[in-house]
């Protein structure tokens, strides 16, 4: 379907990273169930002992003092109460083993994932329409097939594994109550170890296909792609435009460089032109400033138009922070920058000396 569509291409990397934040991701609960019943699995393997002196207790303890005929009636609720007690302290490490696997199964999964996008309300998850078409779509199709396929499997190995022990089963009676018992529970232990092993297999396969699905319906169109990059990173023409202006901003700065008083540097990374016409300014204005590469354009231009460079860091930093080019000087500053201006005049006149 992807490739009818024109999605032939792999979901970039904005678009897993955006479905991701949605809560949509692959994951298998399959495989979830599968490492959870393992688990479990082998905690009632090493909780045996456990359930069995638990079970014992509550037997000769809360049992028979709770049927004893005299007042039984006033026994009932204490009776039900320490029942409730007793399931609490033989499920409660069960509970909590499953808990933490599930936990973690789904975490190994989709690693640390919170998002409460498929908490809001929506009119697709509501709509009936919708539902009954998902009711008949190929995926829930699929999926019933592979849970029946799956169930056909948990039954056919049980069948088996039974069917081989049915022999020791019916003369079972011959060795005894006591290891009747362990031999049940021998029994279910590696029907339980079967089963699991035979879980993982396919949680395992359905977490790859679930990937595979997962990745296949986020394909792209080569326009798909296209269009990412230029909300991403800008419509190239928009910003063929902005370079042509900011070529054009600096072509202008720089050619009123050549009407400048001075140039102040910082001495390398930062160049500000300034220009005071006692004929035009009232004051001395910005007319080109630049930082590094431009700051470089300003002073090769400066000579070439003889416009005298000074180096004062302070002020060139200031300035640079301060004031946009076309700006006057700031009244803070007058004193700083008529310092510069007597300088250069000092400098123009030495000029004019020399022989």
């Known amino acids: 379907m992807a490739d009818k569509d024109g999605k032939t291409e792999k979901p970039s990397p904005k678009k897993l990273k955006d479905t991701r934040k949605k809560g949509e991701i692959a994951k298998s609960p399959d495989l979830t169930s599968a490492v959870t019943f393992v688990v479990f699995l082998m905690a009632a393997t090493f909780l045996g002992t456990y359930i069995l002196k638990q079970g014992y207790l509550y037997l000769k303890i809360y049992l028979s003092a709770g049927f004893a005929v005299d007042g039984l009636e006033n026994n009932l609720g204490n009776i039900g109460m320490k029942s409730i007690v007793f399931i ?18 789904s975490m190994l999964q989709t690693g640390f994932l919170f998002s409460t996008e498929p908490l809001k309300m929506s009119f ?53 109550t006591q290891k009747l018992f362990f031999l049940l529970m021998e029994l279910v232990k590696d029907l339980g170890i079967q089963l699991g092993i035979l879980l993982l297999v396919l949680g395992i396969a359905d977490y790859i296909y679930q990937v595979y699905d997962y990745r296949k319906n986020l394909k792209m169109s080569k326009q798909d792609l296209k269009d990412e990059y230029k909300e991403s990173e800008g419509d190239p023409q928009m910003k063929g435009k902005r370079k042509q202006f900011h070529r054009q901003l600096t072509s202008g700065m720089l050619s009123d460089v050549d009407t400048a008083t001075a140039v102040i540097t910082n001495p390398t990374h930062l160049a500000i032109a300034i220009r005071y016409d006692k004929a035009t300014d009232e004051v001395p204005m910005i007319v080109a400033k630049g930082a590094d590469h431009q700051a470089a354009k300003i002073r090769e231009r400066a000579k070439e138009a003889n416009v005298p460079i000074i180096e004062n860091k302070p002020v060139a930093r200031a300035m640079y922070k301060s004031i946009e080019v076309g ?23 030495m000029n004019k000396h020399k022989i």
């Open 327 to 349: 700006q006057p000087i700031p009244v803070d500053m007058y004193q700083a920058i008529a310092e510069i201006l007597a300088l250069v005049y000092q400098m123009e006149e």
């Open 124 to 176: 697709k998850k509501i709509n009936p329409i919708s539902g009954f078409k998902n009711m008949f779509s190929k995926k829930t199709l699929f999926t019933l097939l592979k849970n029946l396929a799956k169930l056909g499997l948990v039954f056919g190995m049980a069948y088996s594994t039974i069917k081989k022990s049915v022999v020791l089963l019916v003369n079972a009676g011959n060795i005894g």
């Open 88 to 105: 609490l302290i033989m499920a409660g490490p069960f509970l909590a083993i499953g808990f933490v696997a599930a936990f973690l199964a």
